[in-house]
Protein backbone atom coordinates (compact mmCIF):
# COMPACT_ATOMS: atom_id res chain seq x y z
CA UNK A 1 0.00 0.00 0.00
CA UNK A 2 2.72 2.24 0.79
CA UNK A 3 4.59 2.79 -2.44
CA UNK A 4 2.94 2.97 -5.85
CA UNK A 5 5.35 1.93 -8.43
CA UNK A 6 3.82 -0.57 -10.63
CA UNK A 7 4.31 -4.10 -9.98
CA UNK A 8 5.08 -5.99 -12.64
CA UNK A 9 7.48 -3.15 -14.24
CA UNK A 10 9.24 -4.18 -17.41
CA UNK A 11 12.98 -5.15 -17.07
CA UNK A 12 16.32 -3.44 -18.60
CA UNK A 13 18.25 -6.05 -19.51
CA UNK A 14 21.15 -3.50 -20.56
CA UNK A 15 21.01 -1.39 -17.15
CA UNK A 16 22.82 -4.52 -15.71
CA UNK A 17 25.79 -3.13 -16.96
CA UNK A 18 25.80 0.32 -15.58
CA UNK A 19 24.80 -1.29 -12.40
CA UNK A 20 27.56 -3.50 -11.95
CA UNK A 21 30.07 -1.46 -13.69
CA UNK A 22 32.19 -0.91 -10.36
CA UNK A 23 34.54 -4.09 -9.84
CA UNK A 24 35.67 -4.25 -13.61
CA UNK A 25 36.06 -0.70 -13.82
CA UNK A 26 38.46 -0.35 -10.99
CA UNK A 27 40.29 -3.65 -12.25
CA UNK A 28 40.77 -2.47 -15.74
CA UNK A 29 42.28 0.52 -14.06
CA UNK A 30 44.15 -0.96 -12.42
CA UNK A 31 45.58 -3.12 -15.26
CA UNK A 32 45.78 0.31 -17.33
CA UNK A 33 47.68 2.15 -14.16
CA UNK A 34 50.54 -1.13 -14.34
CA UNK A 35 50.54 -0.26 -18.18
CA UNK A 36 51.83 2.84 -17.23
CA UNK A 37 48.91 4.70 -17.67
CA UNK A 38 48.23 7.99 -15.65
CA UNK A 39 44.70 8.10 -14.23
CA UNK A 40 42.85 11.74 -14.12
CA UNK A 41 40.29 12.02 -11.42
CA UNK A 42 37.48 14.99 -11.73
CA UNK A 43 34.81 16.37 -9.81
CA UNK A 44 33.28 18.46 -12.53
CA UNK A 45 31.02 18.70 -16.03
CA UNK A 46 33.37 22.07 -16.83
CA UNK A 47 36.68 19.79 -17.08
CA UNK A 48 36.84 18.16 -20.43
CA UNK A 49 37.19 14.60 -20.89
CA UNK A 50 38.36 15.66 -24.50
CA UNK A 51 41.35 16.83 -23.52
CA UNK A 52 42.39 13.99 -20.36
CA UNK A 53 41.98 11.42 -23.28
CA UNK A 54 43.67 13.20 -26.11
CA UNK A 55 46.89 13.16 -23.94
CA UNK A 56 46.69 9.22 -23.31
CA UNK A 57 45.08 9.16 -19.96
CA UNK A 58 41.98 7.69 -18.28
CA UNK A 59 39.78 9.31 -15.79
CA UNK A 60 37.50 9.16 -13.09
CA UNK A 61 34.84 11.12 -11.49
CA UNK A 62 35.45 11.56 -7.57
CA UNK A 63 32.38 13.27 -6.54
CA UNK A 64 30.79 11.36 -4.08
CA UNK A 65 27.21 10.78 -3.47
CA UNK A 66 27.03 8.34 -0.29
CA UNK A 67 26.97 9.07 3.04
CA UNK A 68 29.15 7.08 4.70
CA UNK A 69 32.44 9.27 4.07
CA UNK A 70 30.89 12.52 5.51
CA UNK A 71 32.07 11.87 9.25
CA UNK A 72 35.21 11.84 8.33
CA UNK A 73 35.34 14.67 6.36
CA UNK A 74 33.83 16.44 9.02
CA UNK A 75 37.09 16.23 11.20
CA UNK A 76 38.49 19.01 8.37
CA UNK A 77 35.67 20.51 7.17
CA UNK A 78 32.51 22.13 8.53
CA UNK A 79 29.08 20.44 9.20
CA UNK A 80 27.17 23.31 7.82
CA UNK A 81 28.86 22.54 4.14
CA UNK A 82 27.02 20.28 1.12
CA UNK A 83 26.85 16.90 1.51
CA UNK A 84 28.85 16.33 -1.74
CA UNK A 85 31.63 18.25 -1.28
CA UNK A 86 32.14 16.80 2.10
CA UNK A 87 31.17 13.11 1.06
CA UNK A 88 33.87 13.68 -1.91
CA UNK A 89 36.32 14.41 0.80
CA UNK A 90 35.77 12.13 3.05
CA UNK A 91 36.21 9.12 0.38
CA UNK A 92 39.94 10.52 -0.34
CA UNK A 93 40.84 11.30 3.22
CA UNK A 94 39.07 8.14 4.55
CA UNK A 95 40.78 5.31 2.60
CA UNK A 96 39.04 2.66 4.82
CA UNK A 97 35.59 4.92 4.27
CA UNK A 98 33.92 1.04 3.66
CA UNK A 99 34.88 -2.46 5.18
CA UNK A 100 35.16 -3.62 0.95
CA UNK A 101 37.61 -0.84 0.11
CA UNK A 102 34.75 0.29 -1.69
CA UNK A 103 36.39 3.77 -3.28
CA UNK A 104 39.50 2.01 -4.06
CA UNK A 105 40.25 4.40 -7.24
CA UNK A 106 40.79 7.00 -5.00
CA UNK A 107 44.16 5.98 -4.39
CA UNK A 108 44.36 5.19 -8.34
CA UNK A 109 44.15 8.90 -9.36
CA UNK A 110 47.60 10.10 -10.03
CA UNK A 111 46.46 13.96 -10.81
CA UNK A 112 42.89 15.97 -9.62
CA UNK A 113 41.56 18.40 -12.24
CA UNK A 114 39.30 20.72 -10.19
CA UNK A 115 37.68 23.46 -11.21
CA UNK A 116 37.02 27.06 -9.71
CA UNK A 117 32.90 26.68 -9.67
CA UNK A 118 31.39 27.35 -5.93
CA UNK A 119 33.44 28.40 -2.74
CA UNK A 120 32.80 25.22 -1.06
CA UNK A 121 34.88 23.15 -3.41
CA UNK A 122 37.51 25.58 -4.34
CA UNK A 123 38.35 25.75 -0.28
CA UNK A 124 38.26 22.23 -0.36
CA UNK A 125 40.08 21.62 -2.79
CA UNK A 126 43.06 23.53 -1.15
CA UNK A 127 42.70 20.82 1.77
CA UNK A 128 42.60 18.04 -0.99
CA UNK A 129 45.66 19.18 -2.52
CA UNK A 130 47.61 18.31 0.37
CA UNK A 131 46.47 14.63 0.01
CA UNK A 132 46.78 14.16 -4.18
CA UNK A 133 48.18 16.84 -6.13
CA UNK A 134 45.19 18.95 -7.77
CA UNK A 135 44.92 21.11 -10.48
CA UNK A 136 42.69 23.90 -10.16
CA UNK A 137 41.18 25.10 -13.31
CA UNK A 138 39.80 28.98 -13.35
CA UNK A 139 36.64 29.60 -14.73
CA UNK A 140 35.11 33.00 -15.82
CA UNK A 141 32.16 33.39 -13.48
CA UNK A 142 30.37 36.06 -16.59
CA UNK A 143 30.77 33.14 -19.37
CA UNK A 144 28.60 36.03 -21.38
CA UNK A 145 31.39 38.54 -20.76
CA UNK A 146 33.35 39.86 -23.70
CA UNK A 147 36.94 38.30 -22.84
CA UNK A 148 35.33 35.15 -21.33
CA UNK A 149 35.77 32.87 -23.88
CA UNK A 150 39.74 34.33 -24.71
CA UNK A 151 40.21 33.43 -21.04
CA UNK A 152 38.87 30.19 -20.46
CA UNK A 153 40.67 28.93 -23.55
CA UNK A 154 43.84 30.28 -21.93
CA UNK A 155 43.02 28.14 -18.65
CA UNK A 156 42.34 25.30 -21.40
CA UNK A 157 45.46 25.65 -22.94
CA UNK A 158 47.03 25.73 -19.31
CA UNK A 159 45.18 22.33 -18.78
CA UNK A 160 46.50 21.08 -22.30
CA UNK A 161 49.91 21.95 -20.53
CA UNK A 162 49.41 20.26 -16.74
CA UNK A 163 48.44 16.88 -18.62
CA UNK A 164 51.28 16.93 -21.34
CA UNK A 165 53.16 16.90 -18.27
CA UNK A 166 51.62 14.53 -16.50
CA UNK A 167 51.55 12.33 -19.22
CA UNK A 168 54.86 12.91 -21.07
CA UNK A 169 52.87 12.84 -23.99
CA UNK A 170 51.92 15.71 -26.92
CA UNK A 171 48.25 16.13 -27.72
CA UNK A 172 47.91 16.59 -31.52
CA UNK A 173 45.27 18.30 -33.40
CA UNK A 174 43.82 15.21 -34.89
CA UNK A 175 43.86 13.32 -31.23
CA UNK A 176 41.76 15.92 -30.08
CA UNK A 177 39.55 15.78 -33.28
CA UNK A 178 38.56 12.35 -32.76
CA UNK A 179 37.98 12.75 -29.00
CA UNK A 180 35.48 15.49 -30.00
CA UNK A 181 33.91 13.24 -32.18
CA UNK A 182 33.73 10.66 -30.07
CA UNK A 183 32.21 12.26 -27.22
CA UNK A 184 29.66 13.91 -29.56
CA UNK A 185 28.96 10.56 -30.39
CA UNK A 186 28.17 9.81 -27.03
CA UNK A 187 26.46 13.12 -26.34
CA UNK A 188 23.79 12.10 -29.82
CA UNK A 189 23.38 8.90 -28.75
CA UNK A 190 21.90 10.02 -24.64
CA UNK A 191 19.88 12.87 -27.01
CA UNK A 192 18.45 9.75 -28.92
CA UNK A 193 17.56 8.07 -25.59
CA UNK A 194 16.23 11.32 -24.36
CA UNK A 195 14.39 11.77 -27.14
CA UNK A 196 11.91 8.64 -26.59
CA UNK A 197 11.48 9.52 -22.67
CA UNK A 198 9.25 12.49 -24.49
CA UNK A 199 7.03 9.37 -25.87
CA UNK A 200 3.68 9.29 -23.64
CA UNK A 201 4.93 6.08 -22.73
CA UNK A 202 8.63 6.75 -21.83
CA UNK A 203 10.18 3.32 -21.85
CA UNK A 204 13.42 4.37 -19.16
CA UNK A 205 12.21 5.64 -15.57
CA UNK A 206 14.40 8.43 -13.62
CA UNK A 207 15.57 6.27 -11.67
CA UNK A 208 17.02 3.81 -14.29
CA UNK A 209 18.62 6.74 -16.21
CA UNK A 210 20.19 8.28 -13.22
CA UNK A 211 22.03 5.17 -12.30
CA UNK A 212 23.64 5.74 -16.50
CA UNK A 213 24.45 8.87 -15.61
CA UNK A 214 26.22 8.86 -12.61
CA UNK A 215 28.79 6.08 -14.81
CA UNK A 216 29.34 8.79 -17.44
CA UNK A 217 32.23 9.76 -16.15
CA UNK A 218 33.43 6.92 -14.15
CA UNK A 219 33.32 4.59 -16.88
CA UNK A 220 35.69 5.09 -19.83
CA UNK A 221 34.18 6.88 -22.96
CA UNK A 222 34.60 4.12 -25.44
CA UNK A 223 32.50 1.30 -22.66
CA UNK A 224 29.87 3.80 -21.36
CA UNK A 225 29.30 4.68 -25.48
CA UNK A 226 29.17 1.00 -26.39
CA UNK A 227 26.79 0.22 -23.92
CA UNK A 228 24.09 3.59 -24.73
CA UNK A 229 24.19 1.54 -28.08
CA UNK A 230 22.82 -1.92 -26.89
CA UNK A 231 21.08 0.78 -24.28
CA UNK A 232 18.72 2.47 -26.83
CA UNK A 233 18.32 -0.44 -28.69
CA UNK A 234 16.74 -2.26 -25.73
CA UNK A 235 14.63 1.36 -25.52
CA UNK A 236 13.39 1.12 -28.69
CA UNK A 237 11.33 -1.57 -28.57
CA UNK A 238 9.79 -1.11 -24.98
CA UNK A 239 7.24 0.71 -23.32
CA UNK A 240 5.67 1.97 -19.69
CA UNK A 241 1.93 1.82 -19.09
CA UNK A 242 -0.18 3.95 -16.79
CA UNK A 243 2.51 6.04 -16.08
CA UNK A 244 1.59 8.66 -13.38
CA UNK A 245 2.70 12.71 -13.33
CA UNK A 246 5.53 13.57 -15.75
CA UNK A 247 8.02 14.99 -13.64
CA UNK A 248 11.38 17.53 -14.38
CA UNK A 249 13.79 17.12 -11.65
CA UNK A 250 15.76 20.01 -11.94
CA UNK A 251 19.12 21.51 -9.55
CA UNK A 252 22.00 19.98 -8.13
CA UNK A 253 24.09 17.01 -9.19
CA UNK A 254 23.13 13.60 -7.74
CA UNK A 255 26.42 11.68 -7.99
CA UNK A 256 26.88 7.89 -7.82
CA UNK A 257 25.27 6.60 -4.04
CA UNK A 258 22.97 9.49 -4.14
CA UNK A 259 19.15 8.18 -5.36
CA UNK A 260 16.89 9.17 -2.39
CA UNK A 261 14.63 11.74 -4.18
CA UNK A 262 14.06 10.56 -7.56
CA UNK A 263 13.42 6.50 -5.59
CA UNK A 264 10.61 8.59 -3.62
CA UNK A 265 9.19 10.19 -6.67
CA UNK A 266 8.77 7.23 -8.71
CA UNK A 267 7.99 4.55 -6.05
CA UNK A 268 4.82 7.38 -5.03
CA UNK A 269 3.80 7.01 -8.57
CA UNK A 270 5.57 10.00 -10.16
CA UNK A 271 7.27 9.54 -13.81
CA UNK A 272 10.87 11.24 -14.45
CA UNK A 273 10.91 11.96 -17.63
CA UNK A 274 14.19 14.51 -17.72
CA UNK A 275 16.32 15.73 -15.19
CA UNK A 276 18.48 19.04 -15.64
CA UNK A 277 21.40 18.54 -13.81
CA UNK A 278 25.15 17.77 -13.80
CA UNK A 279 23.47 13.97 -14.01
CA UNK A 280 21.03 15.13 -16.64
CA UNK A 281 20.98 17.09 -19.73
CA UNK A 282 23.76 19.63 -18.53
CA UNK A 283 26.16 16.38 -18.69
CA UNK A 284 25.49 15.83 -22.76
CA UNK A 285 23.19 18.60 -24.12
CA UNK A 286 25.64 20.75 -26.24
CA UNK A 287 27.53 19.45 -28.72
CA UNK A 288 31.22 20.74 -29.94
CA UNK A 289 31.45 22.28 -33.23
CA UNK A 290 33.71 19.64 -35.09
CA UNK A 291 34.50 22.27 -38.15
CA UNK A 292 36.22 24.77 -35.79
CA UNK A 293 39.43 25.05 -34.23
CA UNK A 294 39.59 22.02 -31.73
CA UNK A 295 40.61 24.46 -28.17
CA UNK A 296 37.93 26.84 -29.42
CA UNK A 297 35.17 24.32 -29.86
CA UNK A 298 35.86 22.95 -26.85
CA UNK A 299 35.35 26.22 -24.71
CA UNK A 300 32.85 27.74 -26.42
CA UNK A 301 30.68 24.20 -26.12
CA UNK A 302 31.70 23.71 -22.05
CA UNK A 303 31.35 27.64 -21.31
CA UNK A 304 27.46 26.99 -22.00
CA UNK A 305 27.35 24.48 -18.99
CA UNK A 306 23.90 26.52 -17.46
CA UNK A 307 25.98 26.02 -13.60
CA UNK A 308 24.22 27.76 -10.65
CA UNK A 309 27.57 29.34 -10.00
CA UNK A 310 27.50 31.61 -13.53
CA UNK A 311 26.13 35.41 -13.46
CA UNK A 312 23.73 36.01 -14.62
CA UNK A 313 22.48 32.27 -15.28
CA UNK A 314 19.24 33.14 -17.52
CA UNK A 315 20.28 30.47 -20.05
CA UNK A 316 19.31 27.66 -16.93
CA UNK A 317 15.77 29.39 -16.77
CA UNK A 318 15.36 29.63 -20.68
CA UNK A 319 16.35 25.50 -20.64
CA UNK A 320 14.36 24.97 -18.05
CA UNK A 321 11.07 26.16 -19.78
CA UNK A 322 11.82 24.74 -22.98
CA UNK A 323 12.37 21.21 -21.02
CA UNK A 324 9.60 21.12 -19.43
CA UNK A 325 7.24 22.34 -22.67
CA UNK A 326 9.60 19.53 -25.05
CA UNK A 327 8.75 16.73 -22.48
CA UNK A 328 5.43 17.42 -21.30
CA UNK A 329 6.15 17.68 -17.69
CA UNK A 330 3.39 17.93 -15.40
CA UNK A 331 5.50 19.51 -12.58
CA UNK A 332 9.11 20.31 -11.81
CA UNK A 333 10.90 18.79 -8.26
CA UNK A 334 13.83 21.36 -7.43
CA UNK A 335 16.39 19.19 -5.85
CA UNK A 336 18.94 21.42 -3.73
CA UNK A 337 21.64 19.92 -1.61
CA UNK A 338 21.84 21.36 1.83
CA UNK A 339 23.93 24.50 1.92
CA UNK A 340 24.71 24.81 -1.98
CA UNK A 341 23.54 28.49 -2.39
CA UNK A 342 23.77 29.05 -6.21
CA UNK A 343 20.94 26.30 -6.55
CA UNK A 344 19.59 27.13 -3.28
CA UNK A 345 19.31 30.95 -4.35
CA UNK A 346 18.58 30.41 -7.82
CA UNK A 347 15.79 28.69 -6.86
CA UNK A 348 13.71 31.83 -6.37
CA UNK A 349 14.08 32.70 -10.08
CA UNK A 350 13.66 29.57 -11.45
CA UNK A 351 10.11 29.19 -9.32
CA UNK A 352 9.38 33.18 -10.55
CA UNK A 353 9.35 32.06 -14.28
CA UNK A 354 7.88 28.03 -13.51
CA UNK A 355 4.74 30.50 -12.08
CA UNK A 356 4.46 32.50 -15.04
CA UNK A 357 4.56 29.58 -16.94
CA UNK A 358 2.01 27.78 -15.04
CA UNK A 359 3.69 24.87 -14.12
CA UNK A 360 3.65 23.79 -10.39
CA UNK A 361 6.73 23.30 -8.63
CA UNK A 362 8.18 21.37 -5.42
CA UNK A 363 10.79 22.16 -3.72
CA UNK A 364 13.34 20.13 -1.89
CA UNK A 365 16.57 20.70 -0.08
CA UNK A 366 18.31 17.80 1.71
CA UNK A 367 21.42 15.95 2.07
CA UNK A 368 22.22 12.28 2.37
CA UNK A 369 21.23 10.89 5.37
CA UNK A 370 17.47 9.16 5.82
CA UNK A 371 16.76 11.07 8.10
CA UNK A 372 13.71 13.34 6.69
CA UNK A 373 12.49 10.61 4.21
CA UNK A 374 8.91 10.50 5.40
CA UNK A 375 8.95 14.30 5.25
CA UNK A 376 9.60 14.06 1.87
CA UNK A 377 7.45 11.25 1.18
CA UNK A 378 4.59 13.48 2.49
CA UNK A 379 5.47 16.30 0.02
CA UNK A 380 5.97 14.36 -3.12
CA UNK A 381 2.50 12.49 -2.20
CA UNK A 382 0.56 16.20 -1.86
CA UNK A 383 2.66 17.54 -5.53
CA UNK A 384 1.43 14.21 -7.24
CA UNK A 385 -2.13 14.17 -5.85
CA UNK A 386 -1.86 17.65 -6.77
CA UNK A 387 -0.66 17.22 -10.41
CA UNK A 388 -3.21 13.65 -10.58
CA UNK B 1 -22.49 3.22 5.31
CA UNK B 2 -20.38 5.24 7.11
CA UNK B 3 -16.89 6.12 5.86
CA UNK B 4 -14.16 6.82 8.22
CA UNK B 5 -10.94 9.01 7.91
CA UNK B 6 -7.70 8.48 10.15
CA UNK B 7 -4.99 11.33 10.54
CA UNK B 8 -2.43 9.69 11.45
CA UNK B 9 -0.51 12.83 13.58
CA UNK B 10 3.04 13.11 14.91
CA UNK B 11 1.41 14.30 18.21
CA UNK B 12 -2.26 13.59 18.06
CA UNK B 13 -4.41 10.82 16.35
CA UNK B 14 -7.66 11.99 14.74
CA UNK B 15 -10.57 9.77 13.63
CA UNK B 16 -13.82 11.13 11.80
CA UNK B 17 -17.15 9.57 11.07
CA UNK B 18 -18.94 10.73 8.02
CA UNK B 19 -22.68 9.68 7.41
CA UNK B 20 -24.52 10.67 4.64
CA UNK B 21 -21.72 12.96 4.09
CA UNK B 22 -22.33 14.76 7.51
CA UNK B 23 -19.70 14.41 10.54
CA UNK B 24 -21.49 12.02 12.89
CA UNK B 25 -18.83 12.07 15.45
CA UNK B 26 -14.72 12.68 15.79
CA UNK B 27 -12.07 11.88 18.37
CA UNK B 28 -8.85 13.12 18.94
CA UNK B 29 -6.11 10.63 21.11
CA UNK B 30 -2.51 11.27 22.01
CA UNK B 31 0.01 9.37 19.46
CA UNK B 32 2.10 7.82 21.82
CA UNK B 33 4.82 5.65 20.31
CA UNK B 34 3.21 3.51 17.77
CA UNK B 35 0.78 4.85 15.12
CA UNK B 36 -0.73 1.50 13.82
CA UNK B 37 -1.97 1.11 17.79
CA UNK B 38 -3.18 4.88 17.91
CA UNK B 39 -4.86 4.28 14.52
CA UNK B 40 -7.08 1.13 15.95
CA UNK B 41 -7.89 3.21 19.26
CA UNK B 42 -9.29 6.22 17.69
CA UNK B 43 -11.32 3.94 14.99
CA UNK B 44 -12.53 2.02 18.40
CA UNK B 45 -13.45 5.15 19.86
CA UNK B 46 -15.10 7.27 17.12
CA UNK B 47 -17.26 4.16 16.38
CA UNK B 48 -18.46 3.99 19.77
CA UNK B 49 -18.97 7.82 20.02
CA UNK B 50 -21.60 7.53 17.19
CA UNK B 51 -22.52 4.03 18.43
CA UNK B 52 -21.88 1.88 15.18
CA UNK B 53 -20.84 -1.01 14.60
CA UNK B 54 -17.83 -2.77 12.36
CA UNK B 55 -20.53 -3.90 9.53
CA UNK B 56 -21.53 -0.74 8.77
CA UNK B 57 -18.21 0.97 7.92
CA UNK B 58 -17.79 1.21 4.36
CA UNK B 59 -14.49 2.87 3.47
CA UNK B 60 -11.44 3.62 5.64
CA UNK B 61 -9.19 6.10 4.32
CA UNK B 62 -5.54 7.23 6.44
CA UNK B 63 -3.50 10.54 6.29
CA UNK B 64 -1.14 12.13 8.39
CA UNK B 65 2.41 11.42 8.94
CA UNK B 66 1.79 8.12 10.01
CA UNK B 67 -0.83 6.71 7.18
CA UNK B 68 1.07 3.65 6.12
CA UNK B 69 1.21 2.17 9.43
CA UNK B 70 -2.62 2.33 9.21
CA UNK B 71 -2.81 -1.27 7.88
CA UNK B 72 -6.57 -1.06 7.65
CA UNK B 73 -7.02 1.52 5.77
CA UNK B 74 -8.09 1.07 2.15
CA UNK B 75 -5.67 3.84 0.63
CA UNK B 76 -4.12 6.61 1.78
CA UNK B 77 -3.78 10.36 1.14
CA UNK B 78 -0.99 12.87 1.81
CA UNK B 79 -2.49 15.80 4.75
CA UNK B 80 -2.48 18.30 2.07
CA UNK B 81 -4.80 16.53 0.37
CA UNK B 82 -6.83 15.96 3.08
CA UNK B 83 -6.74 19.40 5.13
CA UNK B 84 -7.71 21.16 1.51
CA UNK B 85 -10.52 18.94 1.00
CA UNK B 86 -11.81 18.99 5.00
CA UNK B 87 -11.09 23.30 5.01
CA UNK B 88 -13.07 23.26 1.46
CA UNK B 89 -15.92 21.32 3.05
CA UNK B 90 -15.82 23.75 6.56
CA UNK B 91 -15.31 26.39 4.66
CA UNK B 92 -16.16 26.67 1.29
CA UNK B 93 -14.70 30.20 1.01
CA UNK B 94 -11.50 28.83 1.80
CA UNK B 95 -8.16 29.97 -0.50
CA UNK B 96 -5.55 30.09 2.11
CA UNK B 97 -4.97 27.36 4.92
CA UNK B 98 -2.58 27.94 7.29
CA UNK B 99 -1.94 24.65 9.50
CA UNK B 100 1.04 24.38 12.59
CA UNK B 101 1.02 21.10 13.42
CA UNK B 102 2.94 18.73 16.57
CA UNK B 103 5.84 17.94 13.49
CA UNK B 104 5.44 20.54 10.99
CA UNK B 105 4.22 23.92 9.68
CA UNK B 106 2.17 24.29 6.27
CA UNK B 107 0.42 26.91 4.36
CA UNK B 108 -1.94 25.43 1.02
CA UNK B 109 -3.50 27.70 -1.49
CA UNK B 110 -6.33 25.73 -2.44
CA UNK B 111 -9.66 25.99 -5.07
CA UNK B 112 -12.80 24.45 -4.15
CA UNK B 113 -11.31 22.36 -1.81
CA UNK B 114 -8.08 21.34 -3.93
CA UNK B 115 -4.74 22.13 -3.25
CA UNK B 116 -3.72 24.22 -6.25
CA UNK B 117 0.08 25.12 -4.61
CA UNK B 118 1.57 24.58 -0.96
CA UNK B 119 4.51 25.06 1.42
CA UNK B 120 5.95 23.14 4.10
CA UNK B 121 8.48 23.99 6.57
CA UNK B 122 11.62 22.11 6.54
CA UNK B 123 12.92 18.94 8.56
CA UNK B 124 13.33 20.36 11.84
CA UNK B 125 10.25 21.16 14.57
CA UNK B 126 11.21 25.17 14.07
CA UNK B 127 8.33 27.19 13.58
CA UNK B 128 5.86 24.04 14.91
CA UNK B 129 3.91 23.15 17.51
CA UNK B 130 6.85 21.29 18.97
CA UNK B 131 8.95 24.61 18.99
CA UNK B 132 6.09 25.59 21.61
CA UNK B 133 5.58 23.00 23.34
CA UNK B 134 9.69 22.96 23.81
CA UNK B 135 9.76 26.32 24.93
CA UNK B 136 7.01 26.50 26.96
CA UNK B 137 8.44 24.07 29.03
CA UNK B 138 11.48 26.07 29.57
CA UNK B 139 9.07 28.42 30.73
CA UNK B 140 7.49 26.03 33.32
CA UNK B 141 4.46 26.73 31.99
CA UNK B 142 2.00 24.83 29.81
CA UNK B 143 1.08 25.83 25.71
CA UNK B 144 -2.49 27.75 26.98
CA UNK B 145 -0.61 29.46 29.66
CA UNK B 146 1.98 30.54 27.08
CA UNK B 147 -0.90 31.68 25.25
CA UNK B 148 -2.81 33.78 28.08
CA UNK B 149 0.51 35.07 29.48
CA UNK B 150 1.27 36.42 26.14
CA UNK B 151 -1.71 38.68 25.46
CA UNK B 152 -0.46 40.78 28.69
CA UNK B 153 2.99 41.55 27.30
CA UNK B 154 3.55 44.84 26.57
CA UNK B 155 7.23 44.07 25.69
CA UNK B 156 7.61 41.00 23.54
CA UNK B 157 11.22 39.44 24.39
CA UNK B 158 13.42 38.98 20.57
CA UNK B 159 13.82 34.98 20.12
CA UNK B 160 16.18 35.12 17.18
CA UNK B 161 16.78 31.54 17.39
CA UNK B 162 14.59 29.27 14.95
CA UNK B 163 16.25 25.94 16.13
CA UNK B 164 13.58 24.84 18.72
CA UNK B 165 16.47 23.70 20.96
CA UNK B 166 18.67 27.06 20.64
CA UNK B 167 15.50 28.79 21.45
CA UNK B 168 15.08 26.98 24.62
CA UNK B 169 18.78 28.18 25.73
CA UNK B 170 17.62 31.33 24.53
CA UNK B 171 14.49 31.02 26.57
CA UNK B 172 17.08 30.40 29.35
CA UNK B 173 19.16 32.94 29.41
CA UNK B 174 15.93 35.58 29.06
CA UNK B 175 15.21 34.09 32.45
CA UNK B 176 18.85 34.90 33.75
CA UNK B 177 18.57 38.38 32.45
CA UNK B 178 15.21 38.30 34.29
CA UNK B 179 12.93 39.34 31.25
CA UNK B 180 9.33 39.09 32.48
CA UNK B 181 7.98 35.84 31.96
CA UNK B 182 4.88 37.30 29.45
CA UNK B 183 7.51 38.77 27.38
CA UNK B 184 8.85 35.81 26.50
CA UNK B 185 5.85 33.66 25.88
CA UNK B 186 4.82 36.93 23.63
CA UNK B 187 8.52 36.79 21.88
CA UNK B 188 8.17 32.95 21.52
CA UNK B 189 4.80 33.09 19.96
CA UNK B 190 5.79 36.28 17.30
CA UNK B 191 8.97 33.78 16.88
CA UNK B 192 6.68 31.40 15.19
CA UNK B 193 4.14 33.63 14.16
CA UNK B 194 7.41 35.00 11.69
CA UNK B 195 8.28 31.83 10.40
CA UNK B 196 4.66 30.74 9.46
CA UNK B 197 3.43 33.96 7.64
CA UNK B 198 6.61 34.61 6.24
CA UNK B 199 5.86 31.36 4.12
CA UNK B 200 2.22 33.03 3.59
CA UNK B 201 4.27 35.98 1.55
CA UNK B 202 5.99 33.54 -0.09
CA UNK B 203 3.19 31.55 -1.35
CA UNK B 204 0.50 34.30 -1.56
CA UNK B 205 -2.11 35.07 0.55
CA UNK B 206 -5.92 34.86 -0.83
CA UNK B 207 -9.15 35.33 1.58
CA UNK B 208 -10.41 33.83 2.93
CA UNK B 209 -7.91 32.44 5.32
CA UNK B 210 -8.26 29.26 7.02
CA UNK B 211 -6.15 28.24 10.41
CA UNK B 212 -5.90 25.05 11.49
CA UNK B 213 -3.72 21.93 13.11
CA UNK B 214 -3.47 21.80 17.34
CA UNK B 215 -2.09 25.81 17.22
CA UNK B 216 -4.93 27.01 16.06
CA UNK B 217 -6.66 26.26 19.33
CA UNK B 218 -4.31 28.31 20.92
CA UNK B 219 -6.12 31.99 21.44
CA UNK B 220 -2.78 33.16 21.61
CA UNK B 221 -1.11 32.34 18.45
CA UNK B 222 -4.55 33.12 16.38
CA UNK B 223 -4.63 36.72 17.70
CA UNK B 224 -0.93 37.27 17.12
CA UNK B 225 -1.20 35.72 13.53
CA UNK B 226 -3.99 37.81 12.39
CA UNK B 227 -2.36 40.67 13.71
CA UNK B 228 1.14 39.73 11.69
CA UNK B 229 -1.54 39.14 8.77
CA UNK B 230 -3.77 42.14 9.17
CA UNK B 231 -6.89 39.94 8.28
CA UNK B 232 -9.49 38.09 10.35
CA UNK B 233 -8.69 34.53 10.25
CA UNK B 234 -11.69 31.65 9.88
CA UNK B 235 -11.50 28.44 12.46
CA UNK B 236 -13.12 25.82 12.11
CA UNK B 237 -15.19 25.15 14.99
CA UNK B 238 -12.71 21.93 15.90
CA UNK B 239 -9.42 23.01 13.94
CA UNK B 240 -7.93 19.63 14.86
CA UNK B 241 -9.84 17.14 12.55
CA UNK B 242 -9.95 18.87 9.31
CA UNK B 243 -7.28 16.57 8.18
CA UNK B 244 -9.47 13.53 9.22
CA UNK B 245 -12.42 14.82 8.01
CA UNK B 246 -10.82 15.41 4.34
CA UNK B 247 -9.56 11.66 4.51
CA UNK B 248 -13.18 11.06 5.25
CA UNK B 249 -14.87 12.91 2.41
CA UNK B 250 -12.02 10.89 -0.09
CA UNK B 251 -13.01 7.59 1.38
Not at chain 1, 269 to 295: H, N, Q, Y
Not at chain 1, 364 to 376: F, K, P, R, V
Amino acid sequence: MNDKIVENDIFLKSLDFFKDAFPGRINQILKSKEEGKKIVGTLCLYVPDELIYACGADRVILCGGRSAPIEAAEEYLPRNLCPLIKSSFGSVIDQKCSKTKSCPHFGLVDLIVAEATCDGKKKMYELLNQYIPTHVMDLPQKPENQNALEYYIKELESLKDVLEKLTGNKITEAQLKNEIKSANKTRKLLHAIYELRKKDSPPIRGTEMLKVLQQMHFLSPDEFRKNLVLLLDELKVKKRENIGPRIMISGCPMASGNTKVPEIIEKRGGMIVVEESCTGTRAFWDLVDETKEPMRALAERYLKIPCACMYPNNRRIDQILKLAGDFNVGGVVYYTLQFCHGYNIEKYRVAEALKKAGIPLLSIETDYSAADTEQIKTRVDAFLEMLE
Amino acid sequence: MISIGIDAGAATTKAVVLRENEIAAYTIIPTGFDFRKAGEAAYREVLSKCSTGDSEVGKILATGYGRSSIGFADKTISEITAHARGVGYLIPAAHTIIDIGGQDSKVISIENGKVVDFLMNDRCAAGTGKFLEYTAKALEISLDELGMLAEVSKNPAKISSMCTVFAESEVISLRAQKTKKEDIAAGLIESIILRTTSMVKKLGIKPEVAFVGGAAKNPGIVKALEKALDIRIKLPEEPQITGALGAALFA
